[in-house]
């Protein structure tokens, strides 16, 4: 059984001048990438996720958009797998399961945008699938949120958001998996 990289929706509408700016994309995107780099040094799979908009509504990551382009920071290489993904699920109606399953991986290492969404949500259903789930804390990120009157600063949302995922697998630091590696 091996273990798998999975890099999240850092696509280019969550950076400075997207359409859905988040907090720390950038800082977010180096830790990704330096697991990304041991990743493909030591041969383990990665999988990269683009979500792509197709509701009406959508008002970021829309189709053939450069917001919808994956971010050239972790941009994947030749022969990378890519998943294209339509709901914040990345299991949902996609060949994530199946991809996993050929590459006889029994582990996986999350990181991504946003915390709250996506990451949360491929995190949670990873771990209902059977997968050992480890999410990289430094390497996602996400925005500040608003309920009611309420505004939830980014932070608060990013570690509330990983607490809780804490229930479903390893929340570690970039260096903290690299030194497991």
């Not at 972790?74 to 699920?89: M, Q, R």
Request: with cysteine; hydrophobic share 50%.
């Amino acid at each position: 059984m091996s273990t798998a990289l999975i890099i999240i929706d850092i696509q280019n509408d969550y950076f400075p001048g997207g359409k859905m700016e988040l907090v720390g994309p950038d800082e977010a995107a180096a830790q990704a990438h330096t697991l990304l780099d041991r990743f493909r040094a030591t041969a383990k799979p990665t999988i990269h996720i683009q979500h792509i908009s197709l509701s009406k509504a959508a008002t970021f990551f829309l189709p053939d958009s450069e917001g919808a382009n994956i971010h050239s920071s972790i941009a994947p290489l030749a022969g990378d797998t890519v998943v294209v993904k339509h709901f914040p699920n990345s299991f949902r109606e996609t060949t994530l399961l199946d991809q996993l399953k050929a590459l006889d991986v029994d582990s996986v290492v999350i990181a991504g945008m946003m915390t709250h969404m996506c990451v949360d949500a491929t995190s949670r259903a990873a771990a209902d699938l059977g997968f050992k789930v480890t999410v990289v804390a430094d390497a996602c990120a996400t925005r500040a949120l608003t309920y009611g009157d309420t505004t939830i600063p980014a932070e608060h949302v990013h570690k509330a958001f990983l607490a809780a995922l804490k229930a479903y697998g390893q929340v570690l630091t970039a260096a903290e998996v690299l030194a497991q590696l």
